[in-house]
C-alpha cells in the first residue's frame, strides 16, 4: 500500500511543507534598520492575536528584533521576487546598504520603534513578547500591534488582484545556488546566489569562526565567543551567534548558551 512513496532524509522533511508563502521581516534599533526574507511564518493565536516566526539566532535581524522588541511582517508582490531573494542571501553585517541596494525602501510604521516595507501588500506590526528556542531556531512570538492591507484584501484575498510569491526551495551549493520561487498563476522565478564581496566576506568569516571554534572543545560559550574574535578578529557578537548556531546543531561542544543579557 505505501510502495509509491520514497523515504525522504532528514534534512529535507521542511522542504516538504513548500511552497511556503514568502515575507520580509523589518526591523530596526534607533537607526540601524534591516529587512530579510523569511518563509517560516504562522498565525499562533486568533484571541490575544499572535504571530510567530522562525530565526536564526545567527542573522543579523535576530539580535535587532530581540533587542528592540518590535518587527514587522510584511507580505508583497511575485513581482518583487528578486528584491525578497536578496534580502535574503545577503547579511547586513556585510553590507550596510542592503536594504537601499535590494530595491525596496523601508518606512516608519504606525507603532513607535517599527519599521515596514513601503512596497508590501500588507503589513504585520508585532511587538516581540517571548522567544522560544527550538533547535538550531528560534521562534519569536509576536503581540500583533496593527495590520493593515490593500484594497485586494477584504476578509479574503482576491484571486485577481494579489499575485505573491511562494517559495519551493533551492538546488546547487555555495555560489551554484539557485533558488525557485513560484506564483499562484504557475509562474517560475529563478534567482541566484548574488556574487558580491558581502556574500564572500561572510562566507569567509563563518569558515574562520567555524575552524576556531573547533578547536575549544568544553569551553563556555561566551569565553569561547571571546577567543575566537581575539584570534580571528572578527566582531564579538558575530563570533557568538555563530557559535551559538554551531553548538545547537551539535557542531562543537560548548557550555552555556545565549542569554537575554546579550541583546541588552
Known sequence: MLTRYRDVPEDYVYR?????????????????????AAVWVT????????????LSPERYSYSLIRRSKRYA????????????????????RF??????????????????GVRVIREADAVIECAL???VEAGDHDILVGDVLAAY?????????????HSYSSYLGSVGE???????????????????????????????????????????????????????SSRTGIHYRE??????????QGLVHLGGRLLPSDFE
Open 16 to 36: 516538504l511543507f513548500y511552497p511556503a508563502p514568502v515575507y520580509v521581516l523589518s526591523c530596526a534599533l534607533g537607526k540601524d534598520e534591516d529587512a530579510l
Open 95 to 112: 553590507q550596510t546598504d542592503k536594504v537601499e541596494a535590494s530595491g525596496l525602501h523601508m518606512v516608519v510604521g504606525r507603532n513607535p
Open 174 to 228: 555555495a555560489e551554484t545556488t539557485r533558488r525557485i520561487f513560484v506564483s499562484p498563476e504557475g509562474e517560475v522565478r529563478e534567482t541566484r546566489w548574488p556574487r558580491s564581496d558581502a556574500v564572500a566576506k561572510r562566507n569567509r568569516d563563518h569558515r574562520a569562526i567555524e575552524e576556531a571554534g573547533l578547536a575549544l572543545k568544553g569551553m563556555e560559550l561566551h569565553e569561547a565567543a571571546k577567543s575566537v
Open 149 to 161: 492591507a490593500t484594497a485586494d484584501f477584504d476578509a479574503i484575498w482576491s484571486s485577481e488582484g
Open 43 to 54: 498565525p499562533l493565536y486568533l484571541k490575544p492575536c499572535k504571530v510567530g516566526v522562525v
Open 129 to 131: 513578547s517571548s522567544t
Open 239 to 248: 563570533s557568538l551567534v555563530f557559535l551559538e548556531e554551531m553548538r545547537r
Open 73 to 92: 511582517i510584511n507580505k508583497l508582490a511575485f513581482r518583487y521576487t528578486s528584491q525578497m531573494a536578496f534580502l535574503g542571501d545577503v547579511s547586513k
